[in-house]
């Protein structure tokens, strides 16, 4: 299994290049709906089941936003916000939100000891491969890929998406199986704990 997540992995490094087609000043302009729930530039979103989207990576994000308008990812606080807006408007918001900065959190000490271990060395026991071999060890992720920033993240949007990988909830394609394979094996714990590391990780 690790050699079919690291094939997979090096697939989508090799195949995928950075769209870098984004106007950050547009997607500045069409960003102001956003504000109300992810905060201004996308850094302080008004409730930690949100995401965050300063800086989380101009491909993800462009990614899930394709993916959010189509349907392939149902989020209901979404639905019909971006149906007016056009590829290259997503990509300008892509853009605009992944140039605005990532404030980072502090995990919770006592979880810090078994995230990090889940972070950086993965799971022999369960073959969970570590966060950091996608996302980078400082959790900047890998743009290129399209693996977005974790470093920073809030640890209830974190947990909420593994959840989402694990209960089949979110499922668009190749990139998300890689998740869906990981998530399975975690625990509740486990995404706890690895998910509060990343929030002060940096």
């Known amino acids: 299994m690790k050699k079919l997540i690291a094939g997979v992995v090096l697939g989508f490094c090799l195949a995928t290049t950075a769209h870098g087609a984004g106007d950050p000043e547009a997607g500045k302009a069409n960003a102001t709906v956003c504000a109300g729930c992810h905060g201004q530039g996308g850094a302080q979103p008004i409730q930690p089941v949100y995401p965050k989207l300063s800086g989380v990576g101009e491909d993800y994000l462009f990614d899930q936003l394709r993916h959010i308008k189509s349907g392939d990812r149902q989020i209901p606080e979404m639905t019909g916000l971006l149906d ?23 995990a919770n000490p006592e979880l810090v000891d078994a995230g990090e271990a ?9 073959n969970i491969p570590a966060c950091a071999a996608c996302h980078s060890p400082q959790g900047m992720g890998n743009e290129p890929a399209g693996f977005p920033r974790l470093s920073g993240q809030h640890a209830d949007y974190v947990v909420k998406q593994l959840q989402a990988y694990r209960n089949g909830e979110r499922s668009t394609g190749a990139m998300s199986q890689i998740m869906i394979d990981i998530a399975t094996k975690l625990s509740d714990d486990e995404m706890e704990a690895v998910a509060s590391y990343v929030s002060g990780l940096h």
């Open 84 to 106: 007016n807006l056009s590829e290259q408007d997503l990509e300008d918001l892509a853009a605009y939100f992944n140039q605005q900065q990532m404030p980072i959190g502090q």
């Open 118 to 126: 889940l972070y950086r060395g993965g799971s022999l026991a369960k």
